[in-house]
C-alpha cells in the first residue's frame, strides 16, 4: 500500500487514489494536423523504464485533484510530488 | 401536510443506538450547499462578507460561522453545511456575492444524509474501517476530510474533542455505512 | 504419575490450575503458560504425525514458529505445536502435513484495525525492549509487537543477570513503564506478518484464541492490525538451524535452542541422557542446563577443532565430555533416537578416524544462526553473507527501518541492549522526537560468542551425495541431500530453480530452519566457496500462516461490500421485486405476481409499458451539474455531437468517445440555463465519467471555466412510460401544460406536483415510448414514487424493473454502454453516424480516420431473428457466416450476440449482436453454435425493430 502525498490533503493511503498513466503526454493540440502514426504514438505508447517515472495520480476519494508524481517503478520510492500543470521536477 | 412532511431520510428509521463508550444517530436533511470558486479572489471576500466568516483555505480544514460550518473540499471547492431548512436562504446570500467571476453553487443538502459517531470509543469505532490518522496530534476538532470508512466515501468532521464526528455520506450507502459501524460499535474493547 | 518429564519447580508456569487436553484422543494435564508441544514434551510426548511422503517418524523440533514437524488440527488445521497456547478442554489431533478443512462456517469474529505510529519495534526481545523504551521515553507513539504471550524474547528461556537483577525482573520493569507511557501500545500475541511499501506493517494479533472457544459475540478471536509507521525497529531475533546428517529428522533430534527453552521457560526436560551437537557457541548453555537439571549429557561435540576454552572447561567441570572437530554422522533407534554416531572431521569436512556411538534419548543441535531477516527483505532491504558469522545478514536499508540484535548478528546480551537503545532513539529522533538513548545498564550471561564452524552438509559414513536419501534438508517436505544432487545434475543453478525443483522451503514452515540449511548443502554440492555465491531465495508474507478469516475480517455477509439502494428502495423490497446487482446497486430486475416467472412477469410489464403505463426507478442513473461560462464549449469537447447550441429547456442525447474513438458514456444532458447543463451518465460509469470530466478541466483545458458538481444522489428519478404516461403527469402535475405542443419529445420543464413537490421533468424516453422522467430531491422519491402510482392507478400503471428496461430499449435498438460495446465499439459501429459531428474537434474524432477504425470489415450492431420464433440465444453466444463451417478447426466467428430477449410486442425472440460487416449482411443469415451441439440459425435485421420512424415517442 503506497503512501501518497495529495498536493493538497497531505499524505493518504493508495486506495484513495486513481492512477492516470505517464504524466506531461499533453493532448495534441492539433489532432487531424498529426499523421496516422503520430497519432497512434500519442494513444498507444508509454514510457515504461526502471527507474524514476512520472506519473499522473488523482486523490480520488478525497479533493478529486490530479497531481503528479515521480515514483521508482522499482522500489516504489515516491521521488517527488507536484500539482498538475507545474514543470517536472528534475529527480537527480 | 407541509411539503417538508413527505421527505424521507435513508435512515430514518435508524434509532439513537448506544455501544461502549459510543454513540451513533443519523442527523437527517442538513443544509449541504457545494461552493465552487477561485480562492483569493473578490467572491471569495464577498462570500466571507455575507456570511461572516472566510472560506478555509488551509486544506482539509473547516470554519464556523454561526450554524454554518464551512468545509475546506478542494482548493476552489468548499460544502457549507448548515441546520435543516437553511438552504434557501444560505443559497440566496451567497448568490449575492457571486455575479462577475467564475463560481458554482450547487445544493446537494439531499446528496448526503449525517452520521454522528461521538463518544470515548468513537475514534477507535473508525479506526476499524478508516486509514486516516484520527490520533489527537494529526486531526483535531476543526479538521474534516475527504476519506474512506470501510470502502465508503465520507466527508468527515470532528466537532469537539470528546470526540464527536460527522460523517457526511452519499444516500444509497448510508444503510451499509450504518450497519458498518453498528458491527464495528458490537466490540465490547472500545476504551481501555 | 502425570507430568512425569515436568521439572519441579521452574518455567513461566501458572502451577495452581492445571488444565486438562486430550492429543490424539488421549488426554494429558499441562498448565497455564504451557504451548501444546511443551506440554506433550512433559508427558513424554515426543513422537507426531509421521512425514508426509515417506511417513517417517517425526518428533518435535522446535520451540517455535520454525517447527517443521509438529503440526496439529484443533479446530483450525495446520497449527504449529510450538505456537498453540495450553487451554483447558484442548482437543488436538496430529497432522502429517495436511490438514482438514472445516466444512463448519467460522462465525468467530475477526476484525482489521488502522494504526499510526512514530515508531515501531518488531520483537520483545532484550534488543526490542531496550529500543521501544528509549522511543517511548521520547513522546513518540510507539507500538511494541510480539508474538509470543509475554514479554522477553529469548531471555525467557535463559538465566541472564541484567542491571544485578534477574533479565526477567528487567523486562518487568520495562513493561511496566512502557504500559504507563502515554502513546504506547504493546501488541504480546502479535505476529508483524508482511512489511509493504512506506513502512506499512501489517500485524495478525491473536485476542482471544488462545483462550479456546470463546461465547459470541465476545471481543473477536483475531484482529489484523494495518499499521503505518514513520520509522520500524526490526528485533525480530534468529532462528537456529538443524544439521545436515544421516537420520538428522529422527524423533529426539531436537535444536538445541528448543532444549534450552524447555528446560528453562516450560521446566520440561525433553529427555534423559542427551548428546548435544554444535557448530557455535550456543548450544554450550544448553548442555550445561541439561547437566543441571539432572539430564546425563553423554558428550558434547563441537565442530570446532579447538572450542573457547573457558566453554570447554565449564563443560568439562559439569561432566560433560567435549568431543572437539567432530560431528553426529548418523543416529538409530526404533522410531525415537537411541544412539548417535559420531566421527571426527577432516578440515575440509570429510570424516577420519573412528565412528564412535553413545546412546542418547535426545540430540540437541546447533547448527548455527541465521538472523530472521524475513521482514527485512519483505522491505526489500538487501542482504550479505558473512562469512565469520556464515550467515545472511541485513545490509542496505531500503525504507526508514534498522535492524537490531539478533536480527543483524549480534548475539550478546549487552551488545542487544545497546544497539537496541541506540536504535530506538535514532528512530524516534528521525520521526521528529527529541530522544537519547537510555543508560544501557550492565549485564550478565549471553558473553559476545566465538566464531562458529559451520559444516553445511556432514558426510555419510559411505556412498555419495546422490544416495543420501536419509540426510534431510527439508524434513517437513521429506527433500534430501540426494534431491538437491538430482537437481543439479538436472543442470540446475539457481537457488529459485532448485527450490522449484525439489519443494524445499515451499512447506508451511516456508523453510523457516530449513532455508540457510538448503542454502549451505547446495553451495558444498555446486562446489561453491560459500554460501554467498548461492543467495536467498525471495522472503514473502505473511511470515507465519494466517488464516482466511483474519483476512476477511468484517468483510463478510452482509458487510462483503457496500450494498446502494435508492430513496425508493424500502417500496421496491415491500413489493416483492426481485432484485439484480448493477456494480453495488442493488435494483429492481422485475416485479413477479404470484405465480409468475421472470418470463411471464416482463412480458406483463414490457405489455402495460407499450400499451398503457408503467413505471420505473431510474434514481441510480449517474447526474453530474455541469455549470460556468464555457460549459458548452466544454461539452462540444468531449462529446461527439454538439451541446453549445442546444436550446435552454432542451435535452439532446450524446455519446463520449475516448481518445481512441471508442465509445465510452451516454446519456442525455439536459440545458437548464446559459450556463448550466444537467448531464446523465450510464449507473455503472457516474463516478467514471465525473473524474473524466475533471481530468479533462484540470490537465487539458484548465481555461475553460466549468464546474462540475455530482448530483447522482441530489435528485431521485422516476420514469414514467407508455401512451397514457401524458395523461398521468397531467394529474400528478396539474398546472403543468402537458400538451404535446407546449410540452414536446426532448424538452424539460419546471413543476409543482399536486403534493407541492418541486419537480424537474424530462419528456425522454429509453423506451421508444411516449415517457417522461420527474426528478426530485431524492428525500421526495419515495412520496413521489407512490404519488406517480397513485395517479397512475385508473391506468393500471405497473411498476418494471431493469429486465422490461431492457427488452423495451432493445425492441429500439437503444445499445448499452458495456452491453452492447466493450470498450472496441465505435458510435459508427453501433449504426450512429448521425451522432458523430463533422465540423468540431472532440475526443476521439481523430481516431476515425485511423486504419483500423476506418475498416469496412468492422463488427456493426445488428438485430437477429431467430428462425424459431421460441428460440432464444443466449447472450455471448458466437456467430458464424455458415453452417458448414464447424467442421474442422479454426472455426471463423463474425460476431457475437449482445442482447437477447423475447419480446411481447413482436411476440417472438430477437437479439442484439455485432457483426462483422453486419449491415451488408441484413436479410442474410447467421448461425450460433450452441454448448448444447445445436446450430442456431437467425436472421440479420435493422437493430431497430419496433415504430422505426418514432411515432409512439413523438406522439
Known sequence: MLLIACPWCGERDEVEFHYGGQAHVAYPSDPEALSDAEWAQYLFVRDNPKGPFAERWSHAAGCRRWFNVVRHTVTHEILAVHPAGRPKPVIA | ?192 | MTQPHRLADGGRLDRSTPVRFTFDGTEYTGYPGDTLASALLANGVIEVAPSLYRRRPRGIATAGVDEPHALVQVAEPMLAATTVELHDGLSATSLPGLGRLDQASDEAVHDKMYGHADVVVIGGGPAGLAAALAAARSGARTVLVDDQPELGGALLSGHEEIGGRPALEWVEAVRAELSDTAEVRILTRSTAIGYHDQNYLLIAERRTGHLGPQPLPAAGRGRLWHVRARQVVLATGAHEHPMVFAGNDRPGVMSAAAVRSYLNRYAVLPGRRAVVLTTNDHAYGTALDLAAAGVEVAALVDTRPQPPVALAEAARRAGIEVLAGSAVVGTSGDTRIASARIAELAPDDTLRGPVRELGCDLLAVSGGWSPAVHLWSQSRGSLRFDEALAAFVPAQAAQQVRAVGAARGTYDLAGCLREGSAAGAEAATLAGFEAAAPPVPPSVGDPRPALPRPVWLVPAEEGEPATWRDHFVDSQRDATVADVHRAIRAGMRSIEHIKRYTTIGTAHDQGKAAGPTAIGVISRLLGASSPAEVGTTTFRGPYTPVSFALLAGRERGGLFDPVRTTSIHPWHAEHGAVFENVGQWKRPRYYPRPGEDMDAAVLRECRAARGAVAAMDVSTLGKIDVIGADAGAFLDRVYTNGFAGLAVGSARYGIMCRPDGMVFDDGVTVRLADDHYYLTTTTGNAAAVLDWLEEWLQTEWPELRVHCTSVTEQWATVAVVGPESRAVLADLAPDLDVSKEAFPFMTARQATLSNGIPARICRISFSGELAYEINVPSWYGLAVWEAVLAAGEGHGITPYGTETMHVLRAEKGYPIVGQDTDGTVTPQDLGMEWIVAKHKQFIGKRSFRRADTARADRRRLVGLLPLDRAELLPEGAQLIADETALTGPPVRMIGHVTSSYRSAALGRTFALALVERGRDRIGEKVYAPLPDGRLVAATVTEPVLLDPKGARRDG
Open chain 2, 1 to 192: 401536510m407541509t411539503v417538508d412532511g413527505l421527505r424521507r431520510s435513508p435512515l430514518g428509521d435508524l434509532p439513537e443506538t448506544l455501544g461502549h463508550g459510543v454513540r451513533l444517530r443519523e442527523i437527517p436533511f442538513l443544509t449541504q450547499l457545494n461552493l465552487r470558486l477561485a480562492p483569493g479572489g473578490g467572491a471569495a471576500a464577498r462570500v466571507a462578507e455575507v456570511l461572516g466568516a472566510a472560506l478555509p483555505t488551509e486544506p482539509n480544514t473547516v470554519t464556523d460561522s454561526g450554524d454554518l460550518r464551512l468545509l475546506w473540499l478542494g482548493p476552489d471547492e468548499w460544502l457549507i453545511v448548515g441546520p435543516d431548512g437553511a438552504a434557501p436562504d444560505t443559497e440566496g446570500r451567497i448568490r449575492t456575492a457571486l455575479p462577475g467571476e467564475h463560481a458554482c453553487l450547487v445544493d446537494v443538502s439531499a446528496n448526503r444524509t449525517t452520521l454522528e459517531l461521538s463518544g470515548p470509543g468513537a475514534r477507535t469505532v473508525l479506526e476499524k474501517g478508516c486509514a486516516l490518522d484520527l490520533h489527537p496530534r494529526a486531526f483535531t476538532p476543526g479538521r474534516c476530510a475527504q476519506t474512506l470508512v470501510s470502502k465508503v466515501n465520507v466527508v468527515l468532521d470532528q466537532l469537539d474533542a470528546e470526540p464527536r464526528y460527522r460523517l457526511l455520506v452519499r444516500g444509497s450507502f448510508a444503510r451499509y455505512l450504518a450497519d458498518w459501524l453498528l458491527d464495528a460499535m458490537s466490540d465490547t474493547a472500545l476504551i481501555g
